[in-house]
């Protein structure tokens, strides 16, 4: 650090500089510091012109190219043997470490106990405590909260959302209900399902989901508690009315045991998948309804994979995620093409939390927790500097990602959720079209200061009115 600089002026105003030599190598961003809180922020990310650069990527065993840090954008995949250039392929960005620790807006009122309710985009989250709802979204690395003007439900059984949607069941009336994000503020929406003729199966509903279809196709699905079939009720929104309006219904005779909403994605669209499971696996059923209203039932061998030892099954993006009782422990399965993704227990206890993207896995090994990416096929690489230090994890009880933050639910009575931001300064590319060859890829990549680990040194100019 060098000596701070003071000069007065002849209009008597105090000029302050000082200098400090970061010693960091490259340098994304200065952040300074007033009582150990952030006051000034500067971005250095474009200081240089980005550099374009081209290298030869094989790719990992899921068909995903990993381009490595402070890549920006991908300007062409070509195959390496055939020339040919890829198309259909989606970028994404993921971390190897920590960023900074965010400030959060919810006053203490929460701790790991409280029920909460992730949406199915990864941004949002709801927290149902004393009946009342209160609603957040992450918006560019800042947890914001989202006006419910004191809602109260009672006797909440779930909340769905995605996009702009907030979908609400009860045990008690109103057993189901619909909202809208309207200028960072729930506004309450009309249903009118008044033709739907089993409307008064949602008085006993055994399990319950909603998605989205490309076409704006609303399905919802659930299994009643009556006879344990599966039902899939498709609905629009019209903007005007501000109004949930039902369409038609399926139903199929299969008893199920879980039914699942995938979520529209790059990949694929929306889709409810109905499960039954048996002891032999061509007892096992899978059901599977579309968006054009079509579906697809069969005795499946994956419904037994699905729900054999399976201690939990829910859907993550556009991955069914399958916990297991026994190893391999985790099992992911990418839509549509269904490669499947296992993991065994990276440590001595057998609870997960993986992300909406499914690009990071916490477990906990050896009294502390790991932290991981999932980039590679089978594999979990864990964060370069692990937890931030500042964290007793003897008090973690739990976690959630927001997409990318990470809320840590603490027994703390001073701070019971910290939150902490990842820094996805890294690019990959997936759904390249052979497993089995190389890519010529070009992209561009950030040039920044530091880069040759000389240090970044930083002043600030302080210019105060007497």
Known sequence: TYPCIINFSKDKNLTLSFSSDMKFGETHELVYLLNGEPFAR???????????QSTIIAPKENYILDIGKNATEVLSIKNENTNAKENNYFCAKYATDFGDKISLPFNNLFCNETPRFLSKDGNKIFFALDDCIYAYQNNNYSVNEIKTFGLTIQNIIKIISFDKFVFIFSKTAPLFSAYIIQNNSLIKANINFSNYENYSDFENIFEVDITLSKSNL????????????????????????????????????HKFSYVLAMYKNNFSDASIIFLRGAEHSYDCTIVTYYPDKTFQDVYSVLAYYYTKDTKEIHTKGRAVVVEKTTNPHLWIYFYPQIYRYNLEILGEEDDDYISTNTLYLIQKKN???????????NT????????????????????????????????????KIVAYSLKEDSLLVENVSKNDSNYLVSYKKLDLPGKNNEGVIATLTVDIRL
Request: no cysteine; aromatic share 20%; hydrophobic share 35%.
């Open 42 to 52: 500067v971005n250095l990310e474009n200081f240089n012109p980005q550099t374009t």
């Open 218 to 253: 609303f399905m919802l699905a659930y299994i009643s508690k009556a006879n344990y079939k599966g039902y899939v009720i498709y609905f629009t929104y019209d903007k005007v009315s501000n109004t949930f309006n039902y369409d038609s219904f399926k139903t199929s005779n």
């Open 367 to 377: 009294n502390s927790y790991e932290i991981y990416n999932l980039v590679g096929y």
């Open 380 to 415: 979990a690489t864990k964060f370069s500097k692990g937890f931030p230090t500042e964290i007793d994890q003897s008090k973690i009880e739990g976690f959630e990602f927001l997409n990318d933050l990470l809320l840590i639910f603490m027994n703390d009575e001073k701070n």
